[in-house]
């Protein structure tokens, strides 16, 4: 079968040679848009072409080159896109973080970030080729899923446990002068344990329960790992105030129990919770209260003081729509906007108003268009695998990766409160980056079970 399922005939090229060869010519794209961005942030901020571009195109090289020779050692039948797409956004956050180094060194004297970026961008190719060459079958991790589950949340509810918060949460580990995000790397444990528990209990979940007024509502005994899930992630709320998480964690549970019962009723309990939980930590938790009032009221921060809502003090929603209007539909051109005006959030969840102000709405759509592709990549790697396991773990991936996306492009652009994540590869942050590119290790792991499994069902 080839890669859209139709047959071929027996003399065709086989489909993992061409999918290597799509996947080297689309990487050698990704590699030149980034170096191009690169080179013309640099100019556009400096007048000069500038000093690192040698190096810049070098890694950029090797960061696409690795991970494309290991999958034609390792993973031949892997989906052809996703490298390219995770190569891309991953370069295109480099050249972001490049371009706004110049306006916050200039307006804040602040060190530069994209150096320490692309070190951990090398950090997370590189575990990218190791989890590839060693995890040679994903069904490996359906053994160890309980196990996955106490470490995941021991992670998420560690930093609750350091004193202190940063920016008004507690999502951080430190550990001496280091510190990660372990939120970041969460929600693939979790995705991995909700594949392993939802193949084995898919049938109670699905065909037991009670109707009310139409709907199936899941019996006591297997409605306890939703509540279970729903008190957890108020106590992320509560403890750690952080909103973005908790939204992410229990998102992805509802969406991996629809997709493995395709029960209507799971989602309507699971939004009803959400409201609840959300309502109650909202009205309570004077962190998540302010995020609130800055999204419902984000121009009210340029009144007097007086005349302010309680509990509004930043500017950061504002800037952002004024970044956002002032970009147009072509933008202002890289390098010759003011994204700096948004604070210290500019290199991190605030990162796409950037690409909004100085692209315009069509950069910013098809930034917001690769997004969509790489979680379609996955949603096609769940449909072509065979593999219970393979499938919702696949479903999961994709599904953790949409949910972030949309919990930080909605808070920047006014459509949720503010969650304060970073927006997966482009955004400043070493643990965001490492476990996203974990992430695609796994999903090109899974589509290539897949394809090998589909090759072998083809004839001749």
């Known amino acids: 079968m080839a890669d859209g399922g139709d047959e071929v005939p027996a003399t065709a090229p086989a489909p993992r040679g061409r999918r290597r060869r799509h996947e080297a010519v689309l990487l050698s794209l990704a590699v030149a848009i980034s170096v191009l961005g690169y080179l013309y942030a640099g100019v556009a901020t400096t007048g000069d072409v500038p000093d690192g571009l040698p190096g810049f195109a070098g890694a950029m090289v090797c ?91 021991v992670l998420l509810m560690a930093p609750a446990a350091f004193p202190g918060d940063t920016y008004g949460a507690k999502r951080w580990i430190f550990l001496g002068p280091l510190s990660f995000q372990p939120g970041e790397f969460v929600k693939t444990m979790i995705a991995i344990f909700f594949a392993g528990y939802l193949v084995a209990h898919r049938d109670a979940l699905a065909l037991t329960g009670r109707k009310v007024l139409g709907f199936r509502l899941p019996p006591g005994r297997q409605l306890a790992p939703i509540l279970a899930v729903w008190v957890l992630s108020l106590l992320v709320l509560v403890l750690e105030r952080d909103l973005g998480t908790s939204l992410i964690f229990f998102g992805l549970f509802v969406v991996m129990l629809y997709a493995a019962t395709e029960r209507t009723s799971w989602v309507l309990c699971g939004l009803l919770m959400a409201v609840v939980g959300a309502a109650a930590v909202g009205s309570t938790e004077q962190h998540v209260k302010g995020r609130i009032v800055a999204w419902l009221h984000p121009f009210d921060i340029y009144l007097p003081k007086a005349q302010r809502p309680p509990g509004l003090i930043s500017d950061q929603a504002a800037q952002a729509l004024f970044s956002f209007g002032s970009g147009g539909l072509s933008g202002t051109g890289l390098g010759r906007g003011h994204p700096e005006l948004i604070g210290f959030a500019g290199r991190s969840d605030f990162i796409l108003t950037t690409v909004g102000e100085e692209l315009g709405l069509a950069g910013l759509m098809a930034v917001l268009l690769v997004y969509a592709l790489l979680v379609e990549r996955g949603l096609s790697t769940a449909l072509r695998s065979r593999d219970p396991f393979g499938k919702l773990l696949a479903v999961g991936l994709a599904a953790a990766l949409a949910l972030q996306v949309f919990v930080v492009a909605g808070g920047v652009m006014g459509l949720i409160p503010l969650t304060g994540k970073a927006l997966p590869f482009l955004a400043k942050g070493g643990s965001s980056l490492v476990a996203n590119w974990l992430l695609i290790a796994l999903l090109l792991r899974i589509s290539d079970a897949a394809g090998r499994e589909r090759e072998a069902a083809r004839p001749g």
């Open 63 to 153: 960061l696409a080159l690795v991970p494309h020779l290991v999958l034609r050692r390792w993973a031949r039948h892997a989906d052809p896109l996703i490298l390219p797409l995770a190569t891309l956004l991953s370069g295109l956050g480099l050249v972001l973080l490049f371009r706004l180094d110049h306006a916050y060194a200039a307006r804040y004297h602040s060190p530069g970030t994209a150096p320490g970026q692309l070190l951990w961008t090398v950090i997370g190719v590189a575990v990218c080729v190791a989890v590839l060459v060693v995890l040679r079958d994903h069904r490996w991790l359906q053994r160890y899923i309980y196990l996955t589950m106490v470490v995941a949340l």
